[in-house]
């Protein structure tokens, strides 16, 4: 039937109609693609947390006892539809290792790692692996320099304040000195020791040092310093380092102040090399609450320590972990400044010893 239109009007209605049609497609096309979109299912959530746990130095005793703790609160996390796996690496205090390693975790799947540096003046390779990977850290026990942690908001730290903990054991060496004046053996008036030191140069080593000698002044105590040795944490080299300041000084040694409780330890022990006898000893004050360390206050070995919460950044460090993995509660965590969890440290002398060791 023909409409009386010409051929040419024919035409343009055709081509109008061609695209009234194709607009007409490409609306439900794009209505398929919305009602598909929001149909669609989001991501399912990780079913597992892959977490690479790389230390400076597994045979540090707090390290290795932190660890037992860290693991133990992972797998804590798993439950039957969720999966925890932890693979652990010994740098050996190897800072050039620990990147490998970091960089092995990586290959390996991890999607979480927790940090211990080897080295915390140069984590740049570690933190330019994870944040090419998208794979956040949380550095440990030893802390990166402000300006490392702001370089990638995949970064945190776990830890504890190094000055709080130089200033208990002053504080705790003040009190047993003030107590007892048969620690001033010589009674010329003032406290003769010496220092036991972990690495040359360590930020926690020096704050614990001179928050330490600094609290004993501010009490009132005069002291004059007879050596400082560096042992690097170690109870052995503590030891060795110990026998040899003894022999320089004998007798006149009255008080040994050491950043842990392994170094504390190695002094007493080259005292008891040398047999000396119980009244010619030192006191001796540390840092950390190993199990040793514990040990050593309920036996009057150790006059006191400074209970370094292991348990509470296991906790911390794990809860933060499973935040980061899940991309959920992280604000449940207890950031401050959105980069740092901070455990206190506490007193620790044979009078409340006990309420630690079951700890």
Not at 232 to 249: F, T
Request: hydrophobic content about 40%; charged content about 25%; proline content about 3%.
């Amino acid at each position: 039937m023909h409409d009386g239109r010409t051929g040419a009007e024919s035409a343009v209605v055709s081509a109008f109609g061609r695209k009234k049609k194709n607009r007409h497609m490409a609306a439900a096309a794009a209505l398929a693609v919305f009602f598909c979109a929001c149909g669609r299912p989001l991501p399912e959530p990780p079913d597992r947390i892959q977490a690479g746990v790389a230390y400076y130095n597994q045979s540090d005793t707090f390290l290795s006892e932190l660890n037992d703790c860290l693991k133990e609160q992972l797998y804590k996390l798993e439950n039957k539809h969720f999966e925890v796996t932890v693979t652990t690496k010994d740098a050996a205090g190897l800072q050039r290792t620990q990147d490998d390693q970091v960089k092995e975790l990586i290959d390996a799947g991890c999607n979480v790692l927790c940090v211990n540096l080897a080295d915390r003046s140069d984590p740049s390779e570690i933190i330019d692996l994870a944040r090419e990977h998208q794979v956040p850290i949380i550095f440990f026990n030893r802390e990166p320099v402000a300006e490392d942690l702001m370089q990638w908001e995949g970064l945190f730290y776990v830890g504890a304040d190094a000055q709080q903990s130089g200033v208990m054991q002053g504080e705790l060496a003040a009190k047993a000195i003030q107590a007892d004046s048969q620690i001033d053996r010589n009674k010329d008036g003032k406290i003769q020791y010496v220092v036991l030191e972990g690495e040359p140069g360590h930020q926690d080593a020096i704050i614990r040092t001179e928050s330490a000698v600094d609290t004993l002044k501010k009490n009132g105590i005069e002291l004059e310093k007879l050596s400082c040795g560096i042992a690097n944490w170690n109870r052995a080299q503590a030891q060795n380092r110990m026998m040899q300041i003894i022999s320089e000084h004998q007798n006149r040694i009255e008080l040994v102040l050491a950043n842990n409780d392994d170094m504390a330890l190695g002094a007493i022990d080259a005292y008891q090399k040398l047999n000396y006898t119980e009244t010619a000893l030192p006191v001796f004050f540390g840092i950390d609450g190993t199990d040793a360390g514990l040990e050593a206050v309920a036996e009057s070995k150790l006059a006191a320590t400074v209970y370094n919460d292991k348990e509470g950044q296991a906790a911390a460090m794990a809860k933060l972990a499973a935040a980061l993995v899940l991309q959920k509660g992280l604000e449940e965590t207890g950031l401050v400044d959105g980069k740092y969890i901070y455990l206190p440290y506490e007193k620790v002398t044979r009078d409340n010893v006990s309420s630690f060791t079951g700890a």
